[in-house]
């Protein structure tokens, strides 16, 4: 069954960087695109962009464009997303999701327990 | 960018009731929408895609109807694992844009 497990809770201070990661298992890590999403209590749910494991392609949201980086390892099925130059609004949850079918498309079947990211000096 | 807005913000419902929840794109997005709900501490979990399928494992009593701008969520006999927030989802253009939700609470 297909499995997405996030790294633990983290603060930061404003200014500094956040690394999540997203590690899959119960199906090939390469076959389909794998998406970042996050949920804050005011801008509610956005999506951040997609990284195509197979390559590594990736694809930024145009609002974090110039502060997201989307990595992945193949050899250990994990997906990493860096958000730098931490502002307090970036207090949120950051979700991983995929749909396993071929392509890009943002319909998300399955997700990660969610990563909590505080930014509080 | 789509811009989804979801009506009512909270829907009170008695348990066996129904509930219709709406969303609207803030322009066509044909059938490319999404319904998700999500419980407190829990990552959001799809119900229905392309308007109107149920994803696997989705009860029947959840419904999904509309196309273009205008959509509407149907849950038939409200059950007490249905008290939730429900999230509209467009994926016709990028990037894909999520709803305020609509939270379902017990009347």
């Known amino acids: 069954q297909v499995q997405l497990v996030q790294s633990g809770p983290e603060v930061k201070e404003p200014g500094a960087s956040v690394k999540v990661s997203c590690k899959a298992s119960g199906y090939t890590f390469t076959g389909y695109y794998l998406h970042w999403v996050r949920q804050t209590p005011g801008q509610g749910i956005e999506w951040m962009g997609w990284?195509?494991?197979?390559?590594?392609?990736?694809n930024y949201a145009q609002k974090f464009q110039d502060r997201v980086t989307m990595t992945r390892d193949t050899s250990i099925s994990t997906a990493y997303m860096e958000l730098s130059r931490l502002k307090s609004d970036d207090t949120a949850v950051y979700f991983c999701?995929?749909?396993?079918?071929?392509?890009?498309?943002?319909?998300?079947?399955?997700w990660g327990q969610g990563t909590l990211v505080t930014v509080s000096s | 960018e789509i811009v989804m807005t979801q009506s009512p913000a909270t829907l009170s419902v008695s348990p066996g009731e129904r509930a219709t929840l709406s969303c609207r794109a803030s322009q066509s997005v044909s059938s490319d929408l999404a319904w998700y709900q999500q419980k407190p501490g829990q990552a959001p979990r799809l119900l229905i895609y392309g308007a109107s399928t149920r994803a696997t494992g989705i009860p029947a009593r959840f419904s999904g109807s509309g196309s273009g701008t205008e959509f509407t969520l149907t849950i038939s006999g409200l059950q007490s694992e249905d008290f939730a927030v429900y999230y509209c989802q467009q994926y016709n253009s990028w990037p894909p844009a999520f709803g305020q939700g609509t939270k379902v609470e017990i009347k």
């Open positions: 999701a995929l749909r396993p079918v071929a392509g890009p498309k943002p319909i998300f079947d399955y």
């Open positions: 990284i195509n494991p197979n390559g590594g392609g990736t």
